[in-house]
């Protein structure tokens, strides 16, 4: 039979459902073995699709042939394609016909308002206008005790709700359809609103074709998706850093399979046995009515409780289901196959640009620097409109909340033209931020990336005493480079429990992979001192911690930044895998000088300050800056321009602040 079109089914199922209703009316009447009333019974709303006469005319005694009769009517009624709402549900979820004759009497009462007076004149109690266990196997053909176990169609799927009051026996209890079953019945098919809240919907897959890294992978979900339907399929676990790439797989392949794709953070998941027991059977069942693909985000967070929840949510669920997860997982109650989810190379994302901006260089230089989805290239080129520093500062921001709560970001406001150093350091920065421009150039382009076996980030030490300039020099290297800048205190990522500090450190470097921001990593004593020597447990994790950020940082495609004010303190063997060692030594008088030149911006108001005097002063780039600042609020609140006398104020509290020495005669 061909099938039917969408208003053509809703015709139908509501013929079968006037059907079913008449057929039900008849046996509740045999069964009360009396005539109603005229005008007890109104008729009802499926009446209108079956053209039957009103209740009043119908004649006092129901005889089989009637009954047979009606039968006959809902048999035809169900030789559709696609079947009624009801036969399907019955399929899906394996009910019997007698448990599905039941969940029709039970939804009876809220299709049909003739339905209740007939359940209570049945009853012989005109308060017991609903159906029970009892009036069903009493009433219905094919009766069988199975419908009132809770392992069995109708309870086990939660279909029908008991009203149990006290002293009320089960098969007396009232009955009633769940809203969402009775609402599926009429044609209406949606996400459970029990479920609704805890999931979000995966987006379609936009028309922006995948790159063939992930293409291939979207086959593979496809293909077990396909080959293994139902129950009998595994978990796919989608491995990786990379989650939006992975959402956008999950997604294609939904979208091929004729799946809806649904999220669900494993923090979402109720840590009571019972409750997460209801959850995972109420997505059975919400898959068996809706073709849903389930995926289950674990994050990088998940403690021990999620995890086991985990587990037990994936052993209880069925048909085709994804945990994203950071690292594959060995023991998930249920089969699964790990699947590797990457971002796009950078060929892959250099040719994504090309199709939007036509322009090779830029598309080269943003495919380099940001590890976006190819959809997410298309929105922002659509959004840029042809702009490439609007594009630039698009992919800036789009990478920008992933870190932005894990460390602290610097605006970077200097340039070359602002920093003291010697010839030899500016020279030192300029290779390292050239490095940085290159690297995709050198490495992809020129191939020297296949012979370079240990990792292609650019790492540089920056070492010298507090307010030499490290932190500075690090926001001339990002403004240059256009980039983001973070700063991150190791004192406060290194944790005293054994595991911790490797999670803090990956959640960073892996929310920092997507833009490439440079990352200033400060206090770094706190974690790359001397190698200790193994004694226990924990000196033998510490090294393993130090081994961890070395490798993520020579992995990292940006530019990560150590700053210590204690070289000597690090170990050897960590410095010879640094590429670049910057030492900022305290400044000299020409350079002091220079820096009291700087210190104060061109629209201040200056008097006549004696640069060589001060610069016989001992202090520092961070020092000076501070004089400077606080030189200017004095000559602010006293009316007058900056003068020396206000600068050599300042420094002396400067110096006491500070605890040095201070002698009178230096300051007058």
């Not at 009333?37 to 709303?45: C, K, L, T, Y």
């Not at 019997?96 to 299709?111: G, P």
């Not at 206008?129 to 196997?137: E, R």
């Not at 990457?342 to 620097?369: D, F, H």
Request: proline share 6%; net charge negative; hydrophobic share 45%.
């Amino acid at each position: 039979m061909t099938g039917l079109s969408r208003a053509e089914w809703e015709a139908a199922n509501g013929g079968f459902l006037a059907a079913s209703l008449d057929w039900l009316r008849l046996l509740l009447r045999r069964h009360a073995a009396e005539q109603p009333a005229p005008g007890e019974e109104p008729a009802g709303f499926w009446s209108r699709f079956s053209g039957r006469q009103p209740e009043t005319e119908r004649p006092a005694v129901v005889s089989d042939a009637e009954i047979a009769a009606a039968a006959d009517r809902v048999a035809r009624a169900e030789a559709v394609t696609p079947r009624p709402a009801l036969v399907e549900l019955a399929t899906r979820l394996g009910l019997s016909r007698f448990e599905r004759d039941t969940l029709l009497l039970c939804a009876a009462i809220e299709l049909d308002t003739s339905i209740a007076p007939l359940c209570a004149r049945v009853h012989g109690n005109e308060r017991m206008a609903y159906p029970t266990f009892g009036l069903a196997m009493s009433l219905l053909p094919d009766a069988a005790w199975e419908v009132v176990s809770p392992h069995h169609g109708l309870r086990f799927w939660r279909l029908v709700e008991i009203g149990r009051n006290t002293g009320q026996g089960l098969v007396a209890s009232p009955l009633r359809a769940d809203e969402r079953i009775v609402n599926y019945l009429k044609g209406l098919n949606y996400v459970d609103d029990r479920l609704s809240p805890l999931l979000t919907r995966l987006d379609p897959a936009p028309a922006a074709a995948l790159p063939p890294s992930q293409r291939e992978v979207v086959g593979e979900v496809v293909r077990h998706w396909v080959n293994a339907p139902g129950s009998s399929g595994p978990v796919l676990q989608l491995s990786g850093p990379d989650d939006p790439g992975k959402r956008l797989v999950t997604a294609y392949a939904a979208t091929e399979c004729g799946l809806l794709a649904y999220r669900l953070t494993t923090s979402a998941l109720p840590q009571v046995l019972g409750e997460l027991d209801d959850l995972a059977r109420l997505w059975r069942r919400e898959a068996a009515l809706l073709p849903l693909a389930l995926y289950l985000d674990l994050g990088d967070t998940a403690g021990d409780e999620a995890l086991a929840a985990t587990t037990r949510f994936l052993s209880r669920i069925a048909g085709p289901a994804v945990l994203a997860t950071r690292e594959s997982r060995p023991d998930l109650g249920r089969q699964s196959v790990v699947l590797d989810v990457e971002p796009p190379t950078v060929p892959e994302r250099a040719e994504a640009w090309y199709s939007v901006l036509g322009s090779r260089q830029a598309a080269n230089t943003l495919a380099a620097q940001f590890a976006l989805e190819v959809p997410a290239i298309h929105e922002v080129a659509a959004i840029a409109q042809g702009d490439l520093d609007e594009a630039w500062r698009l992919c800036r921001g789009r990478t920008r909340p992933q870190l932005d709560t894990l460390a602290q970001r610097l605006e970077p406001k200097v340039g070359w033209d602002d920093i003291v150093l010697t010839d030899d350091n500016l020279g030192l920065l300029r290779t390292l931020a050239d490095q940085v421009a290159w690297r995709t150039t050198v490495y992809d382009t020129w191939g020297f990336g296949e012979r370079i076996t240990r990792g292609l980030g650019v790492t540089a030490l920056f070492a010298g005493p507090s307010g030499t300039g490290k932190t500075m020099a690090a926001e001339v290297v990002a403004h240059h480079l256009r980039l983001d800048l973070y700063r991150i205190d190791l004192s406060a990522v290194v944790s005293k429990y054994i595991g911790e500090t490797e999670k803090n450190l990956r959640r960073l470097f892996d929310a920092a992979d997507g833009g490439g921001a440079i990352l200033l990593f400060d206090e770094c004593d706190a974690l790359f001192g001397k190698r200790s020597e193994v004694k226990d447990a924990h000196d033998r994790y510490a090294n393993v911690e130090i081994d961890y950020l070395l490798q993520r940082m020579e992995s990292y495609r940006g530019l990560a930044i150590l700053a210590t004010n204690l070289r000597k303190s690090l170990d050897s063997a960590f410095l010879r895998r640094l590429r670049f060692i910057v030492e900022f030594d305290f400044p000299g008088f020409e350079q002091r000088k220079a820096l009291w030149r700087t210190a104060f911006p061109p629209r201040a108001p200056l008097g006549e300050l004696d640069f060589d005097r001060l610069a016989r002063f001992q202090v520092s780039g961070g020092m000076t800056r501070n004089i400077a600042v606080n030189a200017a609020f004095l000559a602010a609140s006293k009316g007058t321009e900056i003068t020396m006398a206000c600068v050599l104020d300042a420094a002396r509290s400067e110096f006491e602040k500070l605890d040095l020495p201070v002698k009178g005669s230096d300051f007058a």
